[in-house]
């Protein structure tokens, strides 16, 4: 293991260790007048994740794809008709019941998957908030949230899970804005509003310094389907499939 690796894995092994107990003496965040409970272990919501609710529209069919604490799940439910919330971390399903409990969400459903594996039909809105530090760790629940594989395979798979005129909402540090760019463009999608996240309260921003997280910002990448050529969206499978073969 080179050096930088030991040192992301050193450092990052002390943070989810200090993360802990910062959850453990603070249990809780108030975002907008609404208390959630934070377990140990899962990630505390200190980049006013809420602020996906601005996207959600009445009527839609929403999945948030690692969903953590359940903070989108809860603000997106106030105004979707429905909101599937999945997470491979059985601490983080166990979290966003809790909060989905709390706030009598009961049009949420909430499912352990891997990324799209036990997600099924389509959504009018996706919401994502995947890793992006690498590091290897023996601890499943620390590999969960420091892996980079998840965003191309979001990529590589939310067309399928998104109804025609469906929106995917990714949040990602700005610097990696021409990766999603890049990504977005490799599977039929396109990038059509970027915008960084709302400004943080004081009150946000003193638990972020003390959770280790200064001076960070996130930035929203709103993303649509590029229209398919109306010769593949209105031909039958399988004309589609039929290659063109020379005179």
């Not at 059985?90 to 019941?97: L, R, S």
Request: with cysteine; charged share 20%.
């Amino acid at each position: 293991m080179n050096p930088w690796a030991l040192f992301k894995r050193g450092f990052m092994t002390y943070w989810y260790w200090h993360v802990r107990q910062l959850n453990v003496l603070w249990p809780s965040i108030t975002l907008e007048e609404k208390t959630l409970v934070i377990f140990p272990g899962v990630y505390k919501p200190l980049e006013n994740e809420q602020s996906c609710v601005e996207y959600c529209h009445e009527g839609d069919r929403v999945l948030d794809l690692g969903c953590g604490s359940g903070v989108c799940a809860v603000f997106a439910a106030g105004v979707a008709r429905e909101v599937l919330a999945v997470d491979i971390s059985p601490a983080a399903i166990a979290n966003t019941k809790e909060n989905c409990r709390l706030f009598g969400r009961e049009n949420v459903t909430v499912l352990p998957s891997d990324m799209f594996a036990n997600v099924s039909g389509r959504f009018n809105l996706i919401l994502a908030n995947p890793p992006y530090i690498e590091a290897d760790f023996e601890d499943n629940e620390a590999q969960f949230a420091t892996s980079t594989r998840y965003l191309p395979v979001l990529f590589a798979q939310a067309r399928d899970y998104l109804e025609k005129d469906g929106r995917l909402l990714v949040q990602y540090p700005g610097w990696f804005g021409g990766l999603v760019k890049k990504l977005a463009a490799a599977h039929g999608l396109e990038v059509v509003k970027v915008q960084r996240m709302p400004r943080k309260s004081l009150y946000l921003s003193l638990l972020s310094f003390a959770y280790l997280q200064v001076g960070f910002r996130s930035t929203l990448f709103l993303i649509k389907p590029r229209p398919l050529p109306k010769a593949v969206e209105t031909a039958p499978a399988t004309e589609q499939a039929m290659p063109v073969m020379a005179a």
